[in-house]
């Protein structure tokens, strides 16, 4: 039986993904295509070749071990990688000596997780827990939820940080395991979210509504200028979120932002340009976000 999860990074020290100093396990694939994503490296399910060219010396080793030797050009010195019909057998990235070639996607099994976790929090004073985050990581359920239920028999604060687009019961079967979901809010009308996103959010939606019933949730809304910060959008926003259970404890609107931007350039994919909203507009939203029965913040 299959024990592990794909991932692409934990994160330690983490501030941002819940109360408290947290570990964030950053899982690997997402059923969600947001154009404005930052880690872009967590949405293919299976693992990627990373190239960054500035790393790169020439020494040739990759294009010595790669079984297609033309998967590397070389030009001005430094190898060019050929993405076409690259098998992501990861020969190169082992004898990297620069890491300018390096793998997004690495499988650790329950217990190599649950034991880094447990490591940080006998040596973080200020420990909040864990985080799973993605990606979707819920995509990864079955797995999370054992990794989660060892770590609460620990006395571990447990994070899930998830966009909602999966089945009810598989959100229903990690209940018992969380002590606060960061629900990811991308958009408010349905066209707008299947724009940008790639999917409708009428199921997440339906999720987040029973979920509010349920447990402790931080909103999270990444506003993106002429994308989900119109009236329109905001009118849809302020509207569903009012409509929500006494679970809701936190929304945090965040501010779009571009330094996911070379990690694109490093999986061969090309990065859409956004702008996030100027000051005036932001204490705007803010304002208008406060009329909600719920603590309210720029993150």
């Not at 965040?254 to 000051?279: A, R």
């Amino acid at each position: 039986m299959d024990n592990t999860i794909r991932i692409t990074n934990i994160q330690h020290f983490s501030v941002h993904d819940g109360p408290g100093v947290r570990t964030t396990v950053f899982t690997k694939g997402c059923n969600l295509k947001c154009q404005w994503c930052h880690n872009p490296e967590t949405i293919q399910a299976k693992p990627q070749i990373s190239y960054n060219e500035e790393l790169c010396i020439g020494c040739g080793m990759c294009t010595q071990i790669c079984p297609e030797h033309h998967r590397f050009d070389v030009q001005n010195g430094r190898h060019i990688y050929e993405r076409k019909d690259c098998k992501v057998c990861e020969k190169c990235a082992e004898q990297c000596p620069t890491n300018a070639l390096s793998v997004y996607g690495v499988s650790k099994t329950v217990e190599e997780i649950v034991e880094e976790a447990y490591r940080d929090s006998m040596v973080f004073p200020e420990f909040g827990g864990v985080t799973f985050s993605g990606g979707e990581c819920l995509l990864q359920a079955k797995n999370i939820k054992k990794t989660a239920e060892i770590l609460k028999q620990r006395g571990i604060h447990i994070c899930i940080d998830t966009a909602l687009n999966v089945a009810w019961d598989t959100i229903e079967g990690i209940l018992p395991y969380t002590d606060l979901f960061l629900v990811d809010v991308k958009a408010g009308t349905e066209d707008t979210h299947r724009k940008y996103t790639g999917v409708t959010n009428r199921m997440i939606k339906e999720n987040l509504q029973k979920l509010s019933q349920e447990a402790d949730i931080w909103i999270r809304i990444p506003m993106v200028h002429n994308v989900n910060d119109t009236e329109q959008e905001l009118d849809e926003i302020i509207k569903y979120i009012s409509s929500l259970g006494d679970g809701v404890k936190k929304i945090q609107l965040l501010k779009y932002h571009s330094l996911g931007k070379m990690k694109y350039q490093w999986i061969g994919k090309e990065c859409v340009k956004f702008e996030e909203p100027d000051e005036v507009h932001r204490e705007y939203i803010l304002s208008r976000m406060r009329k909600l029965p719920f603590y309210v913040e720029w993150n």
